[in-house]
C-alpha cells in the first residue's frame, strides 16, 4: 500500500515541508487487540521513579498494566522539574528497559583488547577478576593510579569506591566536556555556578537571550517549559545561532552570526550597555568591582568593529542591547550548557556572566533566582585516605582553575610517553561511552591500550565495553532504587527512585555492584547498609518523611527557610568571590596568570571546499545513551548532515542522498549519512546531530546508522585554563563515493 | 458537544513527545504513529520563517472515512470523535484513501487505526495523552460548545486556521497562528 503520508512529504518538498516523528510503514510486530488496550486502563500500579534518560531528572510515576509489565512513565504532577510533564525521551524511557540489546551477563575478555571476545561469566567471578587487579595496582603503583569515568546516578556509589580505595581521580565528561567553562566563569564572576536544572528565571523573563543555546532541540524540560510560558507573557527571545534552529525560529531578533565570533559580539553588546549608559548603575555600584576597568577594555569594542568580525550589522547589535535594557533586570543572557567549543570558553561565558551583571539580573526576578536545596543527613562511614598524588600532579602548572577533575587530563595521564607526574593505570567507566563522548578518538584509544585494567559499567553495549577487560551490566533506572534525587531549584524538594520491576537478566543496581566490589577490597564499611533502600529509608526519616511515603507521593517539596529567591530591595548581598563582590574584572583569574578581563582571539576558518562543522541535540534523543532505544529510534534513526542549497548546489548534491564527510585530517566517517539541503544553516557551515554514527554492532538498532561527529573531531582546542575540549574547530568535505583505498582505510 | 483541538505553532519545538505518549498510551505499535509533526520552512537564509505542528486526526464533521467505509467500523460517536470499531473494520483501505490528512494507519492485526481524542481517557474526564505531556502545553482541547473549555477559550483569544479547508470535511484540528 502507497503511504499517502510519504506523498505529502515528497510533494511539499518544494516548500520545505518535513515530516518528523515515525510514517513509515513498516511492519515490525503485531501487538495488542483493543481488547488488551481496554485491559490496560484497569487495574493500574504505578511505582515513583525520577528519569535517567538525561541529566534534568524529572520525577515521574511509572504505570504497569495488570499483568504487572510496565506500560508507561508520566509526569508527577508536584515535580518542579517536569510539572506532570515529561519529555519525549522521559515518556519513551520505557525503551531503555525493553531493548532487546541490552547487556545480559557480566562479561570477561578472552582475546586481545578492543577484538571483542568475551566469555560469560558469573557475578562473583567477575568482581574476583576485577578486585585482584585493583589489589595488584595499589601495591605495585599506589591506589591513585586508578581512574573512574562517570556519568548519572551510579557516580556516587562508585566515587565512594574509589575515595575508599585511595584514588581522587574521578571525572565526570560533563565538567570538561560540556558545561565546565560556564561553571568556572559563573564562579569567577559571581561566587556561584549556574546550577544543574539552570537558576534561569525563564517563566517571568521579559527577555531571554540564547547564544548557541537550542532550547526545544536540546530537550531540558523545565527550561523548555517555561520558554514556552515566557512566549505566551510576549518576552522577547533573542537567538544568536548560524542555524536557524527551532529557537530561532520563535525569537523576535535572529543574529545568523558567523561562526566561532562570539565573543565579538558579547564585547560589542557589554561596550553599548556601558557607553549607552543603559547599565543598571545602582546594581553595580552596589555589587559589582571593576566597573572602570571593563569600561576601560571595551572601550574600542564598537558594533561597527563587531560587524567586520561577526557580519552582524551594527544598527542590530545596537538594537538587541537596547532589547536586553528594556528589558532589565529581567532579562537572561543565558550562561548555556554545551559551551566547550573554541578553546576560549571560559572567557567567552565571562563575557556573558559579565553582560548579566551590568544588567543586573543575577539574583532579580525574570533574571537568575536564588537556588534552594535540600540537605540529607549523611550517616557516619569512616573518613577516606588522602592520596599521595591525584590527577593535578599529572602535569603540574596546567588547568590550574578546574574545581573538578578533568577527563582529558585522565586519558593523557594514561599514556606513558606523555611523562605524567602521576601514570593512569586502571580505569572503571560507568555509564559515559567515552569512545563517543571524547574527542580525538586515536588518542583515546591508545591510552586504553596501556591500560592494565578497564571495567565498563553499563546498561548497554557501547562502544567503550567492547574495549573493557570486564563488562559489568548495570540494570537500568526503572529496576533499581538510586540515591534521593535533591538537585537545587526554587524549593527544596526530594525525589524518589524505586524499582518499577525485578531487574530483567543478570543485570544489577550500581549501589549493590559498588558494595559487592568493595568487600572483595576489604572496604565493605563505607558502605554500611547492605541494601540502598535501609539508606534511604535512614535518611528520609532524618528529613521528617519515609520510605513508606515516598513511596506513595514520589516527591516531596519543602517551603524555602526565608522568602529570599530573589534579592531584595536594598538587601547588602556578600558574594563568594574573592572581594565578596561580583568581579566584573577577575581578580581571580588574575592571581592565577590568566586574563581578567575576556578578549577576542579569532579563531581558524575553513580552507576552500571545506565546512565548520557544527553539532548540537535533537529533543528525542539524550547523546548516545538514547540511540538504541527502540521506542526514541522510531521518531529518529539516524541523523542527517545539514547544507546550504547554495552548498549543495556547488557540489551537485541532493537532498536525501547519503554522503561521506572527511575532515581536515583526513579522517573520513565510517558510515554515510543522509543529506537535507537546508536554507536553516549558513553556508561556512555543516551542521549534525551528536550521538549517531555508532560502529558497535551489538546496538543493532543504531549501528551503521548516521555519522558520528566526534569520530570527525581530531582538532580539539584545549581551554588554558580548566581543560575543557573546544570541539568546534573541526572541519569537513564531502565524499560523494568512497574510494577502494578510503573504504580500507 | 463538540470536541475540539487547537494546536498553538507559535509554541511548539517539534519535540514529538505528543507522538511517543501517545505510542505508550494506546499501545501503537512501533513503526506506526497516530500523531505526527510537521515542520514547514519558507524562506532563504538569513530571511526564513517556520512553522511546526503537531497533527492528527481531524475528527472532521463532514468525514470522508465515515461516509465511504463499506461495513460501518468507521462512525462518529456522541462529541464528533471519529472511531474505528476493528471488530467490523475488514482493513480495505478507503478510508485511508478518503483521509485528506492521512490519519489513519493499518494496524498489523488487520484494521485500520486512528487518534481517537484518547476516548476512553476522556471518558472519564481526562485529557488526551497528548495534550497532558506536551511540554510546551501548546495543545488545547475540550468541548468548543462550552465556552469556558480551554479550546474555546484559546479559539476565541487567537487567531487560526484548519488545513485543506478546501476539502470541505470541516475539520476540527485548529492551528493557532
Known amino acids: 500500500m502507497t503511504s499517502r503520508r510519504d506523498f505529502i512529504k515528497i510533494s511539499a518538498i518544494g516548500a520545505g515541508v518535513l515530516v518528523v516523528g515515525t510514517g513509515a510503514y513498516k511492519v515490525v510486530k503485531a501487538l495488542s487487540s483493543p481488547e488488551q488496550v481496554k485491559k490496560l486502563v484497569v487495574g493500574l500500579k504505578r511505582t515513583p521513579t525520577y528519569c535517567e534518560v538525561c541529566f534534568w531528572k524529572c520525577a515521574g510515576w511509572v504505570y504497569k498494566t495488570s499483568e504487572g509489565k510496565i506500560w508507561k512513565i508520566v509526569g508527577n504532577e508536584n515535580d518542579q522539574h517536569c510539572n506532570g510533564r515529561f519529555c519525549p525521551r522521559g515518556t519513551g524511557g520505557v525503551g531503555m528497559y525493553y531493548d532487546e540489546d541490552r547487556l545480559k551477563t557480566p562479561l570477561i575478555r578472552v582475546e586481545e583488547r578492543g577484538k571483542q571476545v568475551f566469555r560469560e561469566a558469573s557475578w562473583d567471578e567477575a568482581l574476583e577478576v576485577i578486585a585482584v587487579k585493583m589489589k595488584?595496582?595499589?601495591?605495585?603503583?599506589?591506589?591513585?593510579?586508578?581512574?573512574?569515568?562517570?556519568?548519572?546516578?551510579?557516580?556516587?556509589?562508585?566515587?565512594?569506591?574509589?575515595?575508599?580505595?585511595?584514588?581522587?581521580?574521578?571525572?565526570?565528561?560533563?565538567?570538561?566536556?560540556?558545561?565546565?567553562?560556564?561553571?568556572?566563569?559563573?564562579?569567577?564572576?559571581?561566587?556561584?555556578?549556574?546550577?544543574?536544572?539552570?537558576?534561569?528565571?525563564?517563566r517571568d523573563t521579559r527577555c531571554l537571550v540564547l547564544i548557541g543555546s537550542h532550547i526545544g532541540e536540546n530537550m531540558h524540560n523545565g527550561q523548555v517549559q517555561e520558554m514556552s510560558d515566557a512566549i505566551d507573557k510576549g518576552a522577547t527571545i533573542i537567538t544568536v545561532d548560524p542555524r536557524f534552529s527551532t529557537a530561532a525560529g520563535k525569537s523576535k531578533f535572529w543574529l545568523p552570526i558567523k561562526p566561532a565570533t562570539d565573543m565579538a559580539l558579547l564585547l560589542a553588546w557589554i561596550h553599548e550597555i556601558i557607553f549607552k549608559d543603559y547599565y543598571d548603575k545602582k546594581y553595580v555600584e552596589k555589587y559589582c568591582s571593576g566597573f572602570e576597568q571593563l569600561k576601560a577594555h571595551v572601550k574600542d569594542f564598537t558594533p561597527e568593529w563587531a560587524y567586520g568580525i561577526t557580519t552582524i550589522k551594527p544598527d542590530l547589535i545596537m538594537k538587541t542591547a537596547k532589547e536586553m535594557a528594556d528589558a532589565s533586570p529581567a532579562v537572561i543572557v543565558h550562561p548555556g550548557r554545551h559551551v566547550t567549543w573554541y578553546g576560549d570558553d571560559t572567557q567567552r561565558i565571562r563575557a556573558v556572566a559579565i553582560l548579566n551583571a551590568l544588567l543586573g539580573?543575577?539574583?532579580?526576578?525574570?533574571?537568575?533566582?536564588?537556588?534552594?536545596?535540600?540537605?540529607?543527613?549523611?550517616?557516619?562511614?569512616?573518613?577516606?585516605?588522602?592520596?599521595?598524588?591525584?590527577?593535578?600532579?599529572?602535569?603540574?602548572?596546567?588547568?590550574?582553575?578546574?574545581?573538578?577533575?578533568?577527563?582529558?587530563?585522565?586519558?593523557?595521564?594514561?599514556?606513558?610517553?606523555?611523562?605524567?607526574?602521576?601514570?593512569?593505570?586502571?580505569?572503571?567507566v560507568n555509564g559515559t561511552n567515552l569512545i563517543t563522548t571524547i574527542p580525538d578518538q586515536a588518542n583515546t584509544l591508545k591510552a586504553i591500550q596501556n591500560l592494565e585494567l578497564l571495567v565498563a559499567v553499563d546498561t548497554m553495549p557501547m562502544e567503550i565495553t567492547g574495549w573493557a577487560d570486564v563488562v559489568l551490566p548495570e540494570c537500568t533506572y526503572l529496576e533499581?532504587?538510586?540515591?534521593?534525587?535533591?538537585?537545587?531549584?526554587?524549593?527544596?524538594?526530594?525525589?524518589?527512585?524505586?524499582?518499577?520491576?525485578?531487574?530483567?537478566?543478570?543485570?544489577?543496581?550500581g549501589y549493590w555492584i559498588a558494595r559487592e566490589l568493595s568487600k572483595k577490597l576489604a572496604l565493605e564499611n563505607y558502605f554500611p547498609f547492605e541494601k540502598q533502600e535501609e539508606l534511604l529509608d535512614w535518611q528520609l526519616k532524618k528529613a521528617g518523611s519515609s520510605l513508606e511515603e515516598m513511596q506513595r507521593i514520589g516527591v516531596k517539596t519543602f517551603e524555602r527557610d526565608a522568602d529570599d529567591l530573589y534579592f531584595s530591595e536594598n538587601e547588602q548581598v556578600e558574594f563568594p568571590t574573592d572581594s565578596g563582590k561580583i568581579e566584573l574584572y577577575s581578580s581571580y583569574f588574575e592571581g592565577a596568570g590568566y586574563d581578567p578581563l575576556p578578549k577576542y582571539v579569532a579563531h581558524e576558518e575553513p580552507a576552500e571546499g571545506f565546512y565548520r562543522l557544527i553539532y548540537g541535540r535533537a529533543p528525542m534523543h539524550t547523546f548516545s545513551r538514547t540511540s538504541n532505544n527502540p521506542n526514541l529510534t522510531d521518531l529518529m534513526d539516524e541523523n542527517t548532515v545539514w547544507i546550504n542549497p547554495v552548498v549543495a548546489k556547488e557540489w551537485g548534491i541532493k537532498s536525501d542522498q547519503y554522503i561521506w564527510l572527511r575532515n581536515q585530517d583526513n579522517v573520513i566517517s565510517d558510515f554515510p549519512v543522509k543529506v537535507r539541503v537546508t536554507e536553516r544553516i549558513r553556508w561556512d557551515s555543516v551542521y549534525i546531530v551528536h550521538g549517531f554514527g555508532h560502529a558497535q554492532k551489538q546496538m543493532k538498532r543504531c549501528f551503521g546508522k548516521g555519522v558520528s561527529d566526534t569520530q570527525l573531531i581530531t582538532n580539539v582546542l584545549v581551554d588554558p585554563l580548566m581543560g575543557g575540549t573546544g570541539m568546534r574547530s573541526n572541519f569537513v568535505t564531502f565524499v560523494i563515493e568512497k574510494t577502494g583505498e578510503e573504504v580500507a582505510s | 458537544m463538540r470536541y475540539a483541538m487547537a494546536v498553538d505553532t507559535r509554541k511548539c519545538v517539534g519535540c514529538s513527545d505528543c507522538v511517543v505518549a501517545c505510542q505508550t498510551e494506546n499501545d501503537v505499535p512501533i513503526g506506526f504513529c497516530r500523531d505526527w509533526v510537521v515542520e514547514v520552512m519558507d524562506g532563504t537564509y538569513p530571511q526564513l520563517e517556520i512553522e511546526i505542528r503537531s497533527e492528527r486526526c481531524n475528527h472532521c464533521v463532514n468525514a470522508p472515512c465515515v461516509r465511504c467505509c463499506p461495513t460501518g467500523a468507521s462512525h462518529i460517536v456522541d462529541g464528533g470523535i471519529v472511531l474505528v470499531e476493528p471488530g467490523e473494520c475488514i482493513g480495505c483501505g478507503a478510508c485511508m484513501a478518503s483521509c485528506p490528512y492521512d490519519a489513519r494507519y493499518p494496524h498489523p492485526s488487520g484494521y485500520v487505526d486512528k487518534c481517537t481524542f484518547c476516548f476512553h481517557r476522556i471518558k472519564n474526564g481526562m485529557s488526551p495523552a497528548c495534550v497532558e505531556v506536551c511540554p510546551t502545553k501548546c495543545l488545547y482541547f475540550g468541548d468548543l460548545d462550552d465556552m469556558n473549555s480551554d479550546v474555546s477559550v484559546?479559539?476565541?483569544?487567537?487567531?487560526?486556521?484548519?488545513?485543506?479547508?478546501?476539502?470541505?470535511?470541516?475539520?476540527?484540528?485548529?492551528?493557532?497562528?
Open chain 1, 136 to 202: 595488584n595496582i595499589a601495591s605495585k603503583s599506589g591506589p591513585e593510579s586508578m581512574a573512574l569515568f562517570s556519568h548519572g546516578s551510579g557516580s556516587s556509589y562508585f566515587t565512594t569506591l574509589m575515595k575508599s580505595y585511595g584514588s581522587a581521580n574521578i571525572a565526570e565528561p560533563s565538567y570538561a566536556q560540556c558545561r565546565g567553562p560556564r561553571d568556572e566563569a559563573f564562579m569567577a564572576t559571581f561566587g556561584e555556578e549556574a546550577y544543574s536544572p539552570e537558576i534561569t528565571d525563564i
Open chain 1, 361 to 428: 539580573s543575577w539574583g532579580r526576578r525574570g533574571g537568575f533566582y536564588r537556588p534552594a536545596k535540600f540537605e540529607l543527613s549523611s550517616y557516619g562511614s569512616p573518613s577516606f585516605k588522602t592520596p599521595s598524588k591525584t590527577w593535578e600532579d599529572a602535569f603540574p602548572g596546567k588547568y590550574t582553575i578546574a574545581s573538578s577533575p578533568v577527563s582529558n587530563v585522565l586519558i593523557d595521564a594514561s599514556i606513558p610517553e606523555n611523562n605524567p607526574g602521576l601514570l593512569i593505570r586502571g580505569w572503571i
Open chain 1, 480 to 509: 533499581r532504587y538510586d540515591g534521593l534525587r535533591v538537585s537545587p531549584h526554587r524549593k527544596p524538594a526530594i525525589a524518589l527512585r524505586m524499582p518499577a520491576a525485578e531487574p530483567l537478566n543478570n543485570t544489577k543496581p
Open chain 2, 154 to 177: 484559546v479559539l476565541k483569544k487567537r487567531k487560526s486556521k484548519t488545513l485543506i479547508p478546501e476539502a470541505g470535511t470541516d475539520p476540527q484540528l485548529y492551528f493557532l497562528i
